[in-house]
């Protein structure tokens, strides 16, 4: 019998060390199979078929004893890890605190290292049970009180608890979103992935960034893939969907941006960096070159626009485009007075 209880938990030991590598990300079958290896010494001799049915085994046992959800992604013949529901970690009040302060102060763009936090973050919240993942939620809600008054437009509580929340577990959600660029003024239903919340300082608005899958409207069921922004207050009858995602696969998609400022504001070279990671060089004229990656084209250009004539974007292409069409529209308005 003590054989026996040695067995199942060389067994157990398995499989928390397939979880452990399966956590890290993608993970090639021979790879899962080589700890296989690594854990039972019986099976140096063990053949192809012999491994793989043991890997499948211990799978279904994560599936089924953990709930994990590990699909097989066929195109990448990978093994992927969604979620967890059953928690292997619990912190103390203390640090509950300072997971929902680190939440808070990593979620502004302009964060050194905000893309490796986050995923700690995102990791450790996988984690721990569901009371613990809301009590992040609440204190990281009460932190945020100072940045929702901020906001021009008061914020619906229950609304900002659930969007919160579900970027915390990884919940889809779906709500009801009215835009002013929908000419019928008729209301939208999105499905998305919630990514995070944050104050745009620029806008005075409160924002869900969110990976967008559908769109339901008049004129039917649409499907769209992207990153975009959605400001709070304009969502309603928010809903968390069972089906859970990986954050890390949404990566949001750069613009690059090249632009000049005249030596007018340029000559001490101390020029602003408006956005994260710029590159900047001071020219023999005095004047500056910046180049940058641009994850919100339409804030980042209505920023330079206080610069005025001192400032000229150059390139890259799609960002020097839009530029001029601003300006041009901002031309068609004032030429007329």
Known sequence: MPGDRGSQW???????????????GDTPASELIAIIEQHDSDLVTADPEMLQSRLEADISRLRKNLKCEINYIHPEKVYRFISLDTALLDLPEDAIQGLAFL?????????????????????????????????????????????????????????????????NTHNEIEFVYRSPKQADEQPRTHRVEPMRCFLDPVRRHYLLEAYYLEVNGPFGRILKEGVRSYR????????????????????????????????????????????PNSIISYLPDDSARIEAISYNLFIDLRSLLHYGANCEVIGGDEARREMKALVAAMNQVYKQI
């Open 103 to 167: 939440q808070k102060t990593f979620s502004a763009d302009e964060t050194p290292h905000r893309e490796q936090v986050m995923q700690l973050i995102n990791q450790v919240l996988t984690l721990l049970p569901q009371e613990r993942v809301k009590e992040v939620t609440r204190a990281r809600g009460l932190l945020e009180i100072d940045l929702r008054s901020r906001d021009s437009k008061p914020i619906d509580a229950q609304i900002l608890e659930r969007v919160t929340l579900a970027c």
């Open 10 to 24: 060389r067994v157990i030991l398995r499989c928390i060390a397939l979880l452990r590598r399966l956590m890290r």
């Open 232 to 275: 709070l207050e304009r969502m309603s009858d928010v809903h968390t969907l069972p089906k859970r995602f990986i954050p890390r696969q949404h990566r949001r998609t750069g613009v690059e941006i090249v632009y000049i400022l005249r030596p007018k504001i340029a000559r001490l070279r101390d020029v602003t960096e408006y956005i």
